[in-house]
């Protein structure tokens, strides 16, 4: 950071340098609250369960199941290149110029050379 080499590890509290000289010598108490809880949030689930201890901030489960089931039914813009909407049209992928419903758009020329 301005001519300043160090390792990434350390990239918060040079942030945390940074910032109190640019204030002014005022000391950033929200940096410090956030690097407390990055350090909080890494020990309660990475290494507190690695040593034999509960997982605290494991994901609930409605969030495994929803996502899982989603992730199962396949990629989601290709479901919906069949759908209709409401008035019984077919409903376009946005981008795709071969589902649309406008007959003149067509694929584009490139311009300036060949």
Do not use: C
Not at 89 to 101: K, L, M, Q, W, Y
């Amino acid at each position: 950071m301005f001519g300043f080499s160090f390792k990434g590890i350390y990239l918060p509290y040079a942030w945390l340098f940074l910032e109190f000289l640019f204030k002014g010598g005022v000391l950033p108490f929200g940096g410090f609250i956030g690097i407390a809880s990055a350090y909080f949030y890494y020990y309660l689930k990475y290494e507190y369960p690695s040593q034999g201890g509960i997982d605290y901030l494991e994901t609930p489960a409605f969030f495994r199941h929803t996502f899982q089931r989603l992730q199962n039914s396949g990629n989601t813009r290709r479901a919906t290149q069949n759908t209709q909407n409401r008035y019984g049209a077919r409903t376009p992928v946005e981008g795709d110029i071969t589902n649309s419903t406008n007959p003149r758009r067509r694929a584009g020329v490139r311009l300036g050379g060949s």
